[in-house]
């Protein structure tokens, strides 16, 4: 019989047995308007709100009272899902909740508005010519023209949507795996077929980005990271936890405001580290949950010292030799691949990621200066399948693995021009790392824009994992040193909210969560009612008893590290600088 199927882009027909299942009427629908079986939805009427079934129902058409000419409506999942809609029966998607900003920039247009043009547009401040309409947000001319190097995702989507077929919008993953449950034949090694076989990857230089900026909300953030290396010569490696947001300068952009730096437990020296048993991460992720934030990515330093006397450091970076290496490329798309971004418009439900690298180095003015990236979602696809390694040759190259009898290996290729300008394929054996990144811009806000947290005016309390532990000495120095109205900016500090949620002694721990909320709103009356609550007397009862039995006295902030010291102390606890 023949069934009329009507979609947002047209009508088609399509034949089929009647004694057919209704999953292998999906499997012809699906072949027919290429958009993946679990992504499908049938309906008798337009108005209809329940499917006819799902990929899964085996009744036959011929029960689901389907007859020769019947006229059916079909939508994509991606549809319904962009619409705010819940998805029916796919127990197989995985359920990942999309970030404030994707539901906020599905909603937008991105359209750039221009202004007349006063020699070209003829016509009144109500009219629209070809000189001054509204350019989509992928305009080729407005992004060289601004220097944005790669349009954002959402612009691409919208790129995507606009071309034939584009309501059926697919976004999704490449597969370097064997399929699993094919029984025409035994399993790898002994034998692979075109039905199961991965296809042959190109890798091409990826022209969107998920993520189009990262921002700092202040230079502390930064000063204190690398305050480490200052210290000791050694590296560094920390998680970014912030938020993301719509970044105006970029149409349908998206940015990543880093609110702190959490260093876990690492064994670093001048040119490696080594991660620790960490058992503090659980604490902190749910201190950054009651501030609304997450981690969004990760930062290292690779530094060495050109002249301690003026503090400049070597160029160790640059397109003569790398800018991420093939480990740290690695590193990256593992990252990237355990914090997914949420998608409609794949069968898995994600696609992609947000989350950043920072790369803090030297520049070709000797001066410390950081970059950021991001890597591929075809670099991601290789990490995630375990196909793609260092090369011993040059750090700046990868090499992807050859098939073994444990594992099949696809073919890999990318393109790059010979020395006559003829652009030929060559296989990733090995592979310039070039091809696998993106590169985001970073900066910091306005001299007037106010951080989450700040932190004290007056001096710095030590940071997690460091040399120096905090106690409740160091804690009743820090906040004797701080002004009485800064109170809130004394607790705005990731290091001081885990020692106050984490020490027994001052069992801070149920009242964490009203800190944070006030935090969070920058409410100082509800931070003053917690200065005047039970448990905050207790502790300022303490605060007393100390400073009689210890003759009162002065504190003092180091010069170099800002640390408060006591007033008998002659140099610096943690740097050694001399009192001042």
Not at 68 to 75: N, W
Not at 170 to 185: A, F, L, S, Y
Not at 370 to 377: A, D, E, F, H, L
Request: include cysteine; hydrophobic fraction near 30%; aromatic fraction near 10%.
């Amino acid at each position: 019989m023949i069934l009329r199927i009507r979609s947002p882009d047209g009508t088609q027909r399509i034949t089929i047995s009647p004694s057919c299942s209704f999953s292998e009427f999906i499997d012809a629908l699906s072949e027919k308007f290429s958009v993946p079986v679990r992504n499908l939805l049938v309906y008798r009427d337009i108005k209809d709100k329940n499917p006819i079934g799902t990929f899964k129902t085996k009744t036959k058409l011929q029960a689901l009272n389907l007859n020769h000419g019947d006229m059916l409506f079909i939508k994509s999942r991606s549809e319904d899902l962009s619409n705010g809609k819940e998805s029916i029966n796919d127990s197989l998607v995985e359920k990942i909740t999309p970030d404030g900003v994707d539901v906020i920039l599905s909603k937008k247009d991105g359209l750039i508005q221009q202004k007349l043009n006063p020699h070209l547009c003829n016509h009144n401040e109500n009219g629209r010519c070809v000189h001054c309409s509204p350019l989509e947000p992928y305009d080729e001319e407005y992004l060289a023209k601004h220097k944005i190097k790669h349009m954002s995702y959402y612009a691409y989507l919208k790129k995507k949507k606009s071309g034939t077929g584009g309501k059926f919008v697919q976004m999704e993953d490449v597969n370097c795996r064997i399929k699993p449950g094919c029984m025409k034949h035994p399993p790898w090694p002994e034998g692979i077929c075109t039905q199961c076989q991965p296809n042959a990857v190109t890798l091409n230089q990826q022209e969107y980005r998920h993520c189009d900026y990262i921002e700092f909300e202040a230079p502390h953030i930064i000063e204190n990271f690398i305050r480490y290396w200052r210290e000791t010569g050694s590296q560094r490696v920390g998680f970014l936890y912030g938020r993301y947001e719509v970044e105006e300068h970029i149409p349908l952009g998206i940015k990543a405001v880093v609110s702190f730096v959490y260093e876990p437990p690492q064994r670093c020296s001048s040119n490696s580290v080594e991660f620790l048993e960490d058992d503090k991460q659980a604490l902190v992720e749910e201190l950054a949950g009651k501030l609304d934030l997450k981690r969004v990515g990760w930062i290292f330093t690779d530094l060495q010292a050109l002249s301690r006397s003026d503090g400049t450091v070597r160029n160790l970076r640059h397109a003569k030799t790398y800018f991420l290496s093939a480990q740290e490329c690695i590193h990256a798309a593992h990252f990237q691949n355990l914090h997914p971004s949420a998608s409609p418009y794949s069968s898995s439900g994600r696609f992609g990621s947000k989350f950043v690298t920072v790369c803090v180095t030297g520049n070709s003015s000797n001066t410390i200066e950081m970059s950021g990236y991001q890597v591929s979602n075809q670099c991601m696809a290789l990490v995630r399948d375990e196909i793609l390694l260092p090369a011993r040759e040059h750090p700046g190259q990868a090499y992807v693995k050859q098939s073994s009898s444990e594992q099949y290996v696809p073919d890999v290729f990318f393109r790059e021009k010979d020395e006559y300008g003829n652009e030929v394929t060559k296989e990733a054996r090995p592979l310039p790392v070039e091809y696998l990144l993106l590169q985001l811009p970073h900066g910091t806000p306005k001299s007037s824009y106010v951080p989450l947290l700040p932190g004290g005016p007056n001096g710095t309390f030590p940071i997690l994992n460091r040399d120096q532990t905090a106690d409740l000495e160091i804690f009743k120095r820090y906040y004797r040193s701080q002004p009485d109205e800064a109170f809130l900016e004394t607790l705005a500090d990731i290091n001081v909210l885990y020692f106050l949620a984490s020490n027994e002694t001052l069992n801070f721990k149920e009242s964490i969560g009203e800190i944070c909320r006030a935090i969070k709103s920058r409410d100082r009356s509800l931070v003053e009612q917690f200065k005047v609550s039970p448990i905050w007397a207790t502790f300022e009862q303490i605060i007393s008893i100390d400073s009689d039995l210890s003759g009162g006295g002065e504190t003092w902030a180091c010069s170099t590290c800002t640390l408060i010291n006591n007033a008998t102390a002659t140099a610096c606890e943690v740097c050694g600088t001399p009192k001042c």
